[in-house]
């Protein structure tokens, strides 16, 4: 069967894990920018700070939500739940909230970040509207 290895943690390992979190809290923000695209499918959120570089995303997909269950409203408030989790721990303050798409996670997503004490300074749609449709089909020939 051969030799059976014993594996040794150093105290070298523990060090490093601490420079990795305090590498991550030393990032202070108070004021942000949170992105909200809902689709039909899915519903994905990401917190930049205001010159647009992203700091944290996630999405329904990413928490493990599946096929249908990711476009529904309860997977989006848990998206937000986890954000302003984590975003919390950033010191963040304020946010300016811009919403992409028509799915049914736009609400409740706004609704589980402030439920955890985040403040809203504004709430923007950017969802594209056409301005002259699709064509519409040609009439049919009996």
């Given at each position: 069967m051969g030799k059976k290895r014993v594996i040794v943690k150093s105290a070298t390992d523990g060090e490093v894990s601490n420079k990795t979190t305090a590498k991550s809290t030393r990032r202070q923000l108070e004021h942000g920018l949170l992105y909200i695209n809902s689709t039909y499918n899915n519903t994905m959120i990401t917190l930049t700070d205001e010159k647009g570089n992203a700091i944290l995303f996630s999405?329904?997909?990413?928490?493990?939500?599946?096929?249908?269950?990711?476009?529904t409203p309860f997977a989006a408030g848990k998206v937000g739940d986890f954000l302003a989790e984590k975003a919390q721990v950033l010191g963040l303050k304020e946010v300016d909230i811009i919403v992409k798409g028509v799915g049914a996670g736009r609400e409740s997503s706004i609704r589980a970040f402030t439920s955890r004490g985040i403040g809203i300074s504004s709430i923007k749609d950017t969802t594209p509207i056409p301005?002259?449709?699709?064509?519409?089909?040609?009439?049919?020939?009996v």
């Open positions: 999405s329904s997909g990413s928490l493990g939500f599946k096929g249908a269950k990711k476009g301005f002259n449709g699709p064509k519409p089909p040609k009439p049919r020939r």
